[in-house]
């Protein structure tokens, strides 16, 4: 069981360059989730997925795309990278039952080791 | 809105000594809370959690009491070790709002020998 994995762990982008942070997790969760920490900061929501075909925005989402084809994989499209996307980004997943009740085992986020990209 | 407040860092200890790390939230329903450790280049991962009202969270000599009353989830150590050197995240999941988790600022603390 690999969990959350996510690649690659560093890049350097110019500006204006585009790439896809790759994010896969084999423990059948069907939610995921794209943060990124900036330093000193905590982290925000880039984008999320309750399922497989179903996105939606977090807090800040401007200057990423995201798909979810598959349970398994979550990839975040960075397209025109910027200075300002220079930052940590971590994927997260989670296993999310219906209703309101939060049950033992369920909602807790499990998250990759995070990607280091830095724009110049 | 939800939210949640954390106490400023960084927050330096001697080894053995008593840790708090003061939690509060806003949350218009019932929310599930939690703490999460990031280790120096890693993710972060959940250290506990509590998901109603007078609950506690145990872990790893780590606690948390779910205090609806003041709206408070503090993070008690005993004795801390340097391998606790970390940065600690509080956090809050809404069901009745919507679905996303909502993180504090976090937290840096440094136990020296």
Redesign the interface.
């Known amino acids: 069981n690999a969990g ?1 994995t996510q690649t690659p762990k560093f890049r350097i982008l110019k500006i204006g360059q585009s790439m896809t942070l790759q994010c896969a997790q084999d423990m059948n969760h069907n ?1 995921m ?1 794209w943060y990124r920490q900036d330093p000193g ?3 925000k ?1 880039i984008y ?1 997925s ?1 399922g497989a075909g179903i996105t939606d925005k ?1 807090e800040v989402p401007n200057g990423y795309n995201v798909s979810r084809s598959t349970t398994e994989d979550f990839p975040l499209r960075l397209e025109l990278a910027a200075p300002s996307q220079t930052s940590v980004y ?1 994927c ?1 997943s989670s296993q ?1 039952l219906p ?6 085992g369920t ?8 990607t280091r990209l830095t724009v110049l | 809105g939800n939210s949640v407040t954390q106490m400023e860092g960084p927050v330096t200890l001697s080894e053995e000594a008593f840790l708090t790390i003061n939690c509060t939230y806003t949350a218009t ?2 929310p ?1 809370l ?1 703490w ?1 450790v990031q280790y120096p280049g ?5 250290l506990l ?1 509590a ?1 109603k009202a007078d609950d506690k969270g145990s872990n790893k000599g780590f606690e948390a009491t779910y205090r609806k009353e003041t709206t408070s989830f503090h993070l008690e150590k005993g004795s801390v070790q340097v391998s606790d050197s970390a940065v600690y ?1 509080c956090a809050l ?1 809404d ?2 709002s919507y ?3 909502i ?4 937290t840096s603390l440094s136990v020296i020998p």
């Not at chain 1, 209703?99 to 033992?104: D, E, I, P, S």
């Not at chain 1, 909602?107 to 995070?114: I, R, S």
Request: proline share 4%.
């Open positions: 959350v939610y989730y900061m905590g982290l929501l999320y309750v977090g971590f997260a999310r209703g309101l009740v939060a049950y033992v909602d807790t986020q499990y998250f990759g080791p995070g | 329903g019932y599930s939690f999460y890693e993710g972060l991962q959940l959690k998901t995240f999941s069901r009745t679905d996303k988790v993180f504090g600022p976090g």
